[in-house]
């Protein structure tokens, strides 16, 4: 059965430290992979999604970044976090794009300070 | 205005109660999620409806496309039913990459 993997659960960081969340999906092999940020009174919101090794897009301007360096592993980076980075991130995979059927990480919640 | 209105926003029943969560929207769409979040994050899919009605053990989800409008019911509530509940609706055109729009969530909360 596929799995999904998220990491850290939690994570505090200073403003302008950097940002490493990884993500890994198991018994799935080219899977679309997503990430999505969910702020204190909003819903979610699609950050990136990914159809492939490298293969990156970008759902709206931000500070942060996404990479795939392997077929099951989505990292979200950023080089100098901001305030406005706190929130709650979620890693998200589906069989294919607009498949509307996403299985959801157990999430990371990041507090800038 | 957002697409996608929940009400109500915060819900605090006792237990054993019969709760009803509501979703509107105001897109075409082709189906729609009912999603749960747990206190620690986690999202898990409680349904996917297009017409009528679903049912699985205590949860009920109920949709009229031609109002735009669905809801989510619980019957004899539970503590352990205390979670965010989200609706997600999957735009008919339009959407994302995931083709999806959120609603911002039902905060429950049953007290024994």
């Known amino acids: 059965s596929q799995t999904i993997h998220q990491w850290p659960a939690t994570l505090v960081q200073p403003v302008g430290s950097p940002l490493s969340l990884e993500c890994t999906v198991e018994g799935t092999s080219n899977p679309n992979l997503y990430w999505y940020r969910q702020a204190a009174g909003r819903g979610l919101q699609l950050l990136f999604y990914s159809v492939g090794i490298g293969q990156i897009s970008s759902e709206v301007p931000q500070n942060l970044s996404a990479s795939r360096p392997q077929d099951r592993q989505f990292i979200l980076s950023s080089k100098k976090l901001l305030l406005s980075d706190s929130g709650f991130y979620l890693c998200a995979w589906s069989v294919s794009i607009g498949a509307n059927v996403l299985t959801f990480g157990a999430g990371s919640r990041l507090t800038v300070l | ?112």
């Open chain 2, 1 to 112: 205005k957002n697409e996608v209105e929940q009400s109500p926003q915060n819900l605090t029943a006792q237990e054993g109660e019969f709760i009803t969560i509501n979703c509107s929207y105001s897109v075409g769409i082709s189906a729609l999620h009912w999603l749960q979040q747990h206190p620690g994050g986690g999202i898990v899919s409680l349904f996917m409806l297009s017409s009528g009605k679903k049912k699985h053990g205590r949860l009920i989800a109920t949709i009229n496309i031609q109002e735009k409008h669905s809801s989510l019911h619980i019957t004899a509530s539970h503590p352990r039913d205390s979670a965010v509940y989200i609706c997600a609706v999957i735009r008919a055109s339009g959407g994302g990459a995931d083709g999806l729009t959120f609603g911002k969530g039902t905060h429950l909360i049953i007290q024994p």
